[in-house]
Each structure stands twice: as C-alpha cells, then as structure tokens.
C-alpha cells in the first residue's frame, strides 16, 4: 500500500495535536494556581511546594513513559507512537475536572490531599500524550524542511488555544467587579476537556507515520546510555539550557499574569485581549518564519529575536507603566520575540535527535525526546515554584479580595522580570551551547541520507 505524501494534511492534523494537549495544560499552567488560592483558599507557599515535588516527579518519569514506544511498539497498525496517545488521552481530559473540581466545602486535609493527587494525576497524564505526540514529528517525515513545517504547526496550536481558549477564559472566572466566579472554572474545564478529546481524534486520522523502524518488543531500556548519549550531544544541551528559559515565560508568566492584571492594574477582563492582541504578530510571524529560518538559519532568527525581547522586556521591568493598555501593547511587542522560538524549537529538538544518530549510529527518538522534555518539566517545575513561593515571600494573602500596595508593586517586578531571564537563558543555550550552524547542519543531513541509503541497498 503507497503511503501518503506529506502535506497540508499532516501539518494541520499536527496543529490538533497540540491543540489536544494545550486545551488542558495552558488551562491547568495558567488559572490551576488562581482557583486553588481565591476559590479553595489554600496558601500560596503550599502551592509552591506541591509544584515543586510534583513536576520534580513528572519530570523524572518522563524518561520512563517516553521509553515505552521504544521499547513495545503495540497494536496492528505499525505505528509506533499513535497507539499509546489513544490510551492516555481519556485520561488527561479527565484530569482537567479533577483539578477544577471545588471542594472548597471538604476539610482542610482531604482539600489539600484532592488537589494533590488531581495535580499528580494530571502531569502524569499529559506525559502520557505529550510523549509519543513530540516524537511523532521524526517518524511522520525525515526531511529538515517539512520538519521546520510541523514546528510551526505545533506551535500553531498552542497559539490557537491560547487566543480562541484562554483569552475567553476572564470572562467565565471572573464578573464585572472583578470577583472570582468558582463555578466558571469546572464550566471551562468541561469544554476543554471534550475539545482535547476532539482534537486528539484529529490528529490520529489526519497525520501518518511514514518513517518505519525494526518492530522491537521488550527491549530494555538502558537509561544511561541514553542519558550518556545526551551528555555528549551539545545541541541538545543547548536547547535544553534555552528551553528552560522559554518554560520559566510560558508558565511563570502565564501563571502571574492574572495576579497582575487583578492586583497591580484592578482590571482582570483585560486578560482577553491578553491573547487577542497576539493575533496580528502570529499571522505575521507564520508564513515569514520557515522562509527566514531558510535564509538566515534557525539559530540566528532566534538569537535576534530573543535579543531584541530582552532589550524591550529590561525597560519594562526598570520603567513602571501605569496605564493598562499602554503596558498591554508594549508588553506584547516585547515578548513577540518568542514567537520565533515557539516556532522554531521543535526543529531544533529533531535536529538534536538526528545529531545523537550521526554521533552513534543508534536511534531512539522517544527516548530522546523524553530527555529533552526533563529540560521542559525542569523550566515549568522553577516557573510555578518561584511564583508560587514569590507571592508568598511578598506577602499575597490567599482569600481575600484584594491586595496590598506594595504586594501589587511586587508582583509587577515578578511579572516583568521573568522575561529577562527567560532572554538571557535563551541567548546562552542558543547563541553559546548550541554549535549546529546551518552549514552544519547541512552536512550532518547529508551524511544521514548517505547511511540510510546505504542500508537500504544492503
């Protein structure tokens, strides 16, 4: 049977995916610390050390769930990676209520144990898909350019959600006072939740793995070797290195983002246009970023954009903007440099993996990504655990209807701050770390064509 050609189908059944998992992650990352706090009144600092051990925990079996497809490829289709999304996507959806679920009316330690193991449950599931879904993108094509194409797309779907999805989300957690509504969260999770599912199906139907591997069946797993093979691939450490800093912005920010607009600024509503006003930067971004990245090289596209979010995101933390809207527009034009690195990091993540079968000769995509995605879960673990420990050392007092001034003023330097970081981060792991020039790259590309080719014929 003649296998599908790679092509719009592929890249917009890659953008469901992302979609998928977005519609619960965004939603858990960005509001998850905002229920927990103003609905079931739990302490800020608990929050932080739940967040801490949890996502230490997901991080460390991130290595165990990825290696699976490695390990046992199962059903009868030869997919090596869908089989085990079908299994975890129910799973996920399901998480989202569970952390959504207002128990503010249990006692004090059956609240805290539900919150928990909800949050628990839930990284374990969006492993669970997030998983075999990045590694997806190396066995749907070999191709440096249609793989630059499906970053984009995967990038795509998290800005989908989180301009259609999360920009909405104000409207139903909050009134027009500005009050935190309980019952608009669990509403929220429920459409989300059947959106994952949707999107999930998706992606199944409409992507097709095309690059086949020996089938294996219970090969074990050496996880040494593998982290050894990482210790010794440098691009990979260098993307680990600027991916931390990206995670530390997707998530610290996203998470302090509604403190701000409540608390510094008393106007939570503006958090729709939030998302919406990211709409025109990404419809300018899209069709320009494979084309430049072509041009000029992956890496370099980033190191300008990054370098150019640091410079706008320093003034804004140095330079308190009072007005709302004035702050909203010029915060957007300084972080319209991730765009770029949104776009572009999963390229570089199949680069990397590439770059460990050039070094080795071995190949073992899931094991791989999940290594990379440690980096992830490291960088979201910090976000969550500083702004979690950083209301509580600034002195935000969960419950109660408003803050104090000078906590206000504080969670602005929070919020602004992140971003810095996050540039500074990024311009080592990319600009210092990672060595894979274009022509570089070229030639390792090169030289993998030329092995495959030569195994084929034997």
């Not at 019952?183 to 199906?201: C, E, H, Q, T, W």
């Not at 982290?227 to 691009?235: D, E, I, M, S, Y």
């Not at 990206?246 to 608390?263: A, C, P, R, V, W």
């Not at 419809?283 to 706008?312: A, D, E, H, T, W």
Request: proline residues 4%; aromatic residues 12%; charged residues 15%.
């Amino acid at each position: 049977m003649e296998t599908k050609k790679f092509g719009i189908r592929d890249q917009v059944g890659y953008v469901c995916g992302d979609m998928a998992g977005s519609f619960v992650n965004l939603y858990v990352d960005a509001f998850f610390l905002t229920f927990c706090t103003y609905v079931l009144g739990i302490k800020a600092t608990w929050m932080g050390t739940l967040f801490l051990f949890a996502r230490l925990w997901d991080a460390f079996n991130d290595p165990m769930i990825g290696s699976l497809p490695d390990r046992w490829q199962i059903g009868k289709s030869g997919d090596k990676f869908k089989p085990y999304i079908r299994i975890a996507m129910i799973p996920l959806a399901v998480s989202g209520l569970l952390c959504f679920t207002d128990v503010s009316s249990f006692g004090s330690v059956a609240k805290h144990v539900w919150v928990a193991v909800a949050y628990i449950f839930y990284g374990m599931s969006y492993t669970g898909t997030s998983m075999p879904y990045g590694s997806m993108a190396s066995v749907i094509t070999n191709d440096p350019i249609e793989r630059t194409k499906l970053s984009r797309a995967r990038s795509i779907g998290g800005t989908i959600v989180g301009i259609g999805g999360l920009s909405l989300v104000p409207q139903f957690i909050f009134n027009k006072a500005g009050d935190v509504v309980p019952s608009g969260f669990m509403k929220v999770a429920i459409v989300f939740g059947a959106l994952s599912l949707l999107s999930y199906v998706l992606l199944l139907r409409l992507t097709t793995e095309r690059v086949r591997q020996p089938r294996v069946e219970g090969q074990k797993f050496n996880y040494g070797k593998v982290l050894g093979n990482v210790v010794k691939n440098r691009p990979m450490l260098g993307v680990m290195l600027a991916t931390v800093g990206s995670l530390l912005y997707i998530t610290g920010n996203s998470q302090l983002g509604s403190f701000l607009y409540k608390e510094y600024y008393h106007a939570p509503q503006v958090l729709t246009l939030v998302s919406l006003i990211s709409v025109p930067i990404m419809l300018v971004f899209f069709p320009i970023i494979p084309k430049l990245s072509q041009k000029f090289g992956k890496r370099n596209v980033i190191l300008f954009c990054s370098s150019y979010n640091l410079v706008i995101s320093a003034i804004l933390f140095l330079v308190p903007i009072p007005n709302v809207y004035l702050f909203l527009i010029l915060n957007t034009l300084a972080v319209s440099g991730q765009t770029a690195f949104t776009m572009l990091i999963w390229a570089f993540v199949t680069d990397c993996i590439d770059y460990s079968e050039y070094q080795t000769g071995e190949r073992s995509d899931g094991s791989m990504y999940s290594i990379y995605t440690f980096s992830r879960k490291i960088g979201s673990t910090l976000a969550s655990t500083i702004a979690s420990f950083s209301l509580g050392a600034i002195g935000y007092i969960s419950g109660i209807e408003a803050q104090t001034e000078t906590v206000a003023h504080s969670i602005r330097y929070l919020c602004t701050g992140i971003p810095v970081v996050t540039c500074i981060l990024e311009l080592i792991g990319i600009g210092v770390v990672y060595n894979l020039t274009k022509e570089k790259t070229n030639e390792m590309y090169a030289e993998l064509n030329r092995r495959r080719d030569a195994e084929s014929r034997a």
